[in-house]
Nanobody, 120 residues
Framework: QVQLVESGGGLVQAGGSLRLSCAAS????????MGWYRQAPGKQRELVAS???????NYLDSVKGRFTISRDNAKNTVYLQMNSLKFEDTAVYYC??????????????WGQGTQVTVSS
C-alpha cells in the first residue's frame, strides 16, 4: 500500500519560513511528477508547485520567487521551502504524487494534509 506522509506545517509570523516534507512509502516501481497543493477555507484546492522526475518545476504565480520545490529521488521525498510567507498563504497543504506501481499502471496519491498558518 502506497502512502504519502507529510510533515513541517505549523504557525509562523508573516515574513517567516517553513519547510514542508512529503515521503512516499510502500511498494512501487517509480514516482513520476510530485507536487504541492493547498486549500484555504472556502476556496478551491490549487496547485502551488510541481516537479517532474527530471527536476523541471512549475509554480503558482503568487509564490514565484518565494517558494522552492525540490525532490530527493533516493528518499522518495519532495520538499517545499516557503520563504517570505504571507497571510494569504494560510491553508492546508497537500502533497500529491503520480506513482508508477508497475509498468503500465499509474495512480495519483495524496498526503493527509498539513496546516500552514501565517499570522499577520
Amino acid at each position: 500500500q502506497v502512502q504519502l506522509v507529510e510533515s513541517g506545517g505549523g504557525l509562523v509570523q508573516a515574513g517567516g519560513s517553513l519547510r514542508l516534507s512529503c515521503a512516499a512509502s510502500g511498494l512501487f516501481f517509480s514516482i513520476n511528477a510530485m507536487g504541492w497543493y493547498r486549500q484555504a477555507p472556502g476556496k478551491q484546492r490549487e496547485l502551488v508547485a510541481s516537479i517532474t522526475i527530471g527536476g523541471t518545476t512549475n509554480y503558482l504565480d503568487s509564490v514565484k520567487g518565494r517558494f522552492t520545490i525540490s525532490r530527493d529521488n533516493a528518499k522518495n521525498t519532495v520538499y517545499l521551502q516557503m520563504n517570505s510567507l504571507k497571510f494569504e498563504d494560510t491553508a492546508v497543504y497537500y502533497c500529491n504524487a503520480n506513482i508508477r506501481l508497475v509498468i503500465g499502471r499509474e495512480n495519483d496519491y495524496w498526503g493527509q494534509g498539513t496546516q500552514v498558518t501565517v499570522s499577520s
